[in-house]
Structure formats: C-alpha cells, structure tokens
C-alpha cells in the first residue's frame, strides 16, 4: 500500500483562497456527532470485451464525470489504483489540514509546495502577527469522491471533493476564545487537485490546486 504512505506524506501547491478555506471557518451551525464510516474505497476493473476501463456501476467514490480520465491514467500508469489513492488523499487532507492549524511550518514544507506553501506560510505568519492560535479538529470525513480526472501529457491530474465536519476555534494569545466552539461543527466542502508526472521515478503525487465547494 505506497500510495497511501505517499500521498499522506508529499503535497502540495497553488491555493487561491487558501486562508478564506483553511483558516477563517467559524460558525457552528452542527453539533458533533460520531464520524460516519468511510465509504468503500472505489476501484476501476476493466471490461472483459475490450480492455478499456470502467467505475463499477453506482459507485459513489467515482463521478461519471471522471472516468474517463482515470480509464487514461490507468491505461498509462497500470500500477494506479483509485481505491488507494483516495484513502491515501484522505489521509494527505487530514495531516495537512492539521500542520496548517497549529502552524508546523517544518512539516508544511516537506508537505506544501509552490503558491499553496507561500499562501500557508503567509496565514501562518498573518496569524502569529495578530496573536492568534487555532484550536480546530477535523471531527470526521462525511464524505470523498472522486470528481474530475484527466491525462495531459505525461501530467496526471485527480480532483477529489471532499465533505467533512470541522470544529474551530481561534484563541489569543493569552487562550481566551475569540472566536467558534469545539462544542459544534462546521460542514466543510473542500476540492483539491492533486497531480504527478507518469513518466517520473519519483512516485508522488502532490497536491496543485485547493478550493472550496460551491
């Protein structure tokens, strides 16, 4: 199982509302609860006529929408698997989500790269400057699906939606809350794109682009 090693270790660039996404989550508006299970982790299978590859039917960690770019990345790379690489993401938007919260630049840098890095780096230093600490947890993974994916090249590229319960709280500098409860969630509706060259030795995928929902 690398890929889940690999993807929870090395991510990350290009975030345009990185800080409005990550950072800045303060109303509570759902009491926590006991996480729901995970879905089942989806695996492309190939069709017995033709070779080529489909989602089984009525998988929910597959979007129609991105079949056919995973049929290509699969047909490129036949040591993806989609299933893997989706707990591996799972596991990436937990750590990362977590380095960013309590501001471990170390880690963030062996993690984060490109604008994403400069934009967590600069929320970091924004918040240190105004004497804040995060408190947050992220509660639970509702839910993560595979949404887009597409082969460009050599350049694979997999976009995941994920939608998960965080609960935030911001302190200063001397604890006082100032903002949020650990008592409640927030539902959060994240999207990140996540790439690798196929044709590189090194096996990683990083993380090149982060939004939220609409």
Known sequence: MPEIIILAMVFLFVALRLWS????RTGHEQPIGKPMESPRASVLTPESDAGALSA???DPTIEPSAVSGLQAIISADRGFDAGRFLEGAKSAYRMILEAFWRGDEEELDRLVD???QDAFFQAITDRKA???VLDNRLVSIERAVIDQAKLSGQ???ITVRFDADIAAVTRDQDGNVIAGSLSDAVPTHDVWTFSRNIAASDPNWVLIE????A
């Open 21 to 24: 996404v990550l950072g800045r």
């Open 56 to 58: 089984p039917a009525g």
């Open 114 to 116: 490109g604008d994403v």
């Open 130 to 132: 105004a004497g804040h």
């Open 155 to 157: 350049m694979a590229s």
């Open 210 to 213: 982060t939004d939220e929902a």
